[in-house]
């Protein structure tokens, strides 16, 4: 059974699709079968990221770890019940067909509530949900009370999260292991990012997540995209010149990978 | 006739909302009429901000100015022709209402293509693209080659102006003024902004925009938000201490007014 990981957020911009390409990297670097499925389906950001890595290959004719990928296409017909019930057996063929190859399934949500990223939060062993080190973006999980700073009770995602567990546990599937990170952090900005980190410490065991290490803003988790490499793939196109702030991105998505305790995976 | 700006971005997490509640509370403050629109039917961020002005306004008994909302539902007729139909109606009622009394009408817009999202894009006289400084982000708007970084040809978001663009001219209205801008900019990263610049710089007489000032990263952006204030509310609570990083924030909001070039809007 292929161990599904989603990454899922409502909140647009939180770094789904570049954690979920830098997740996918590192696992196949750990000799992990990936597959990989994208479910925006109209920006298809993970998988344009997969395309441009495809062209590298090509261009280049250096070998890189490529995941296998499942793809999904929007049901058209026209009454909402239809579509969800053709969907929903998209989802499970594709699903059913990595499962046989693939040690670990990585599913790339959009910034929207589709029946597709539904489906997939339903079906996560574990979810990662990136997010801003922001009030804005908290302001999805949960409601702080202005003068307090107290959870005053959970927002439209956490909800989600609620409904795609009682699916779960209905279903009769091990409980979900919902992890939350925080992204794009910088050194500057400590009081706000203490108010964020209470606000996540608070609300954790309320909702049942736990928080795992995330990453800094780091220019190297986004200038790669147009060849499609990750920091990970740097000594194999011959710019191993790691500098400061790519050793520090190892580390970062080494750690995460670490505190996520996926199954058989050593870090 | 009310002067409809719209933020669109299908890109999530460009700064849509955050850039929305600025523009607002500058317009305020330059004594025009504002109405509002919240697209993001779900996460709702531009009215939750608005939600917690209220409150703080409620709370602490200083006046600040709030816009006029314009509220839209989303159709529950289970034909997608139907649901559109119905959702142009509201659409267009709730743009008359606001024509009444306002002469700024300004639209939010989720990150994604939803029914309303598109009416908004046509109606738009003045559409705003944030983004992020980021190659993944300009994906949204057009491919570029991975060797000589030449533009191949426009994507998703690019298409969807366009066809805006369409509708518009079909409906005999004036063009649309397309303008982009860059937010959440780092000084560090010139290399990197460098590439998105020059991208943003070749693209933009192909597909029709001009190039406005935008953002840097700055926490005075986001930290407000559990209050609903913005940087230009903070002499009317008595927190007027305007340090470097605050004056350099009105700076770049003032730029972007005065780029806009608004009707009978001096800055
Ligand atoms: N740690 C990071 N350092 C630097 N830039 C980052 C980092 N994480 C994400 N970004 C950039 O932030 C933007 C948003 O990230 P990303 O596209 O991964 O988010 P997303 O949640 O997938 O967005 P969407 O909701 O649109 O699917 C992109 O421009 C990306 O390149
Ligand atoms: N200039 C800025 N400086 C600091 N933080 C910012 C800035 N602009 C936006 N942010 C933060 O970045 C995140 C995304 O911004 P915002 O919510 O405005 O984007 P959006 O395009 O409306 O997203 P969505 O697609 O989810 O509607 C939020 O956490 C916000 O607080
Ligand atoms: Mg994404
Ligand atoms: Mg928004």
Redesign the pocket.
Known sequence: MAHIIVLGNEKGGSG???T?MHLIAALQRAGKGVGAIDL?LR?T??FRYLDNRRAFVAREGIALPEPERGVLALSTRDSQADALAEEEENFAAVLNRLDQSCDFIVI?C??AHTRYARMAHAAADTLITPMNDSLVDFDLLARLDPASGDVLGPSVYAEGVWKARQMRMKAGLKPLDWVVLRNRMAHVNAHNRARVGDALTELAPRIQFRIVPGFSERVIFRELFLNGLTLLDLRDVGQGSLNMSNLAARQELRDLLRALSLPNVKV
């Open positions: 789904k699709s570049t979920c925006d920006q950001s993970l790339d959009p910034g």
